[in-house]
């Protein structure tokens, strides 16, 4: 075991920790007044959910030993045969007990993405049988093809560094799909009622994704200082050009512009931060920048529906145009253990990106909407007209995010 190896990914696992409560913050500065609280829970109660389903099975559904290449047997099932020792075929240097804890902090914002798409009209009580399903049902086997020993879309050749395809596609298409399924918001035309509290969360975003990006190297080496450069990259050249587009279309650079400009440029380079150069990082920003920009603006006028914080705009867009990035622009000159993409003479990795993006929207999309399905046989999933006029603050949770006498 190497000790700065451990203490790199520690660090890093407290980093990506720290982005579910920024998340929070960020879409609680973004809804209505009366819904902040609501909002905010729906990411903390992830934090609740998930650690407690991911020592149970989780944790072995996504990395336990495989089977047929689609889930982990229960063999790490209440963390048995998970300890101090390192684990060669997932780190040779730090703890297996630690990778169990890093990939933790992913499987929880996951689920905490998609909240976004649907903010404002779910119940609590179904929220709470639907973070818990999707995670077991659709989180934990993508995390297992992508990323387990022994997973399909791993043994295919696919590359995702920091889960382009296993978070920010899986919470973009599912939530796009609970969006639409829940139904639109009554009272929709809203302003952000703290844009101080979601410029804190963005950048705390920012501030721990160098984690999550970085500290999918599992180790401090020259691949990991790469993510790292590359992550900061392509987050300042997307937020240039989301401000830039912003500005010529609406003559006005606004915050709120800046951090999803940001967050958009952070979800493309996630999948490739670990592949690429730093150049091309700063293409696959700009890029992912303008792509978000207009995906936000129009693509929910033009379709007509209600993805509230845009889940979809942002994660789906950017982690499709993230993975296929990928597969242009990898390559072996910046990590050995990827592969050379389509600039670097290597055109079927696009191929293998396609593949497994593909895989991951139809699997999300399907795999959502039974899970909706299900969970509206047993709850009531909308609030009612009543409780969305009240504010769902009150009317679920009994309490007021701001008291002014």
Not at 195 to 205: D, E, M, S, V, W
Not at 240 to 259: D, H
């Amino acid at each position: 075991m190497n000790f700065a190896d451990t203490t790199f990914v520690f660090l890093s696992t407290v980093l990506v920790m720290i982005m579910t409560p920024a998340l929070a913050m960020f879409y609680g500065g973004m809804v209505k007044t009366k819904n902040t609280l609501g909002t905010m829970m729906h990411s903390y109660a992830c934090m609740i959910i998930v650690s407690l389903q991911w020592i149970l099975i989780g944790y072995s559904i996504a990395f336990g030993p495989d089977i047929s290449g689609l889930i982990g047997n229960f063999q790490y099932a209440l963390l048995h045969h998970v300890g101090f020792k390192p684990f060669a075929p997932y780190s040779s240097t730090i703890p297996h007990s630690l990778f169990m804890m890093f990939q933790l902090m992913f499987a929880i914002i996951t689920p905490g993405l998609i909240t976004g798409a649907f903010a404002e009209r779910i119940k609590f009580p179904a929220f709470i049988l639907f973070i818990l399903l999707w995670t077991t049902i659709i989180y934990d086997p993508l995390a297992h093809w992508v990323w387990g020993n022994g997973g399909w879309i791993k043994n295919l050749g696919a590359l995702d560094f920091a889960g382009g395809t296993v978070v920010h596609i899986s919470s973009g298409a599912s939530g796009l799909v609970a969006a639409i399924m829940i139904g639109k918001r009554k009272y929709i035309k809203t302003s952000p009622n703290n844009l101080t509290l979601t410029f804190i969360g963005g950048t705390l975003l920012w501030f721990g994704w160098f984690g999550f990006n970085a500290g999918s190297a599992l180790a401090i080496n020259d691949v990991a200082m790469n993510a790292f450069i590359t992550t900061n990259t392509a987050a300042a050249a997307a937020a240039a050009a989301w401000i830039t587009c912003e500005w010529f279309i609406t003559k006005r650079p606004t915050v709120l512009g800046a951090l999803t400009g940001t967050l958009a440029g952070l979800v493309s380079i996630t999948p490739a931060c670990g592949f690429v150069t730093v150049g091309s990082s700063l293409v696959i920003g700009i890029i992912g920048g303008i792509i978000c920009f207009f995906s936000v603006s129009f693509l929910k006028k033009k379709f007509n529906y209600d993805d509230a914080l845009d889940a979809f705009g942002c994660h789906g867009i950017g982690g499709t145009w993230g993975a296929i990035a990928t597969g242009i622009f990898a390559t072996k000159a910046v990590n050995s253990a990827g592969a050379n993409g389509l600039l670097y003479g290597n055109a079927s990795l696009v191929l293998k990106q396609l593949e497994a993006t593909a895989a991951t929207y139809a699997y999300s999309i399907i795999g959502t909407i039974i899970i909706i399905k299900v969970v509206s046989l047993i709850f009531k999933i909308r609030s009612t007209d009543e409780e969305e006029l009240q504010g769902l603050d009150i009317s679920i949770h009994g309490e007021r995010a701001y008291h002014i006498d």
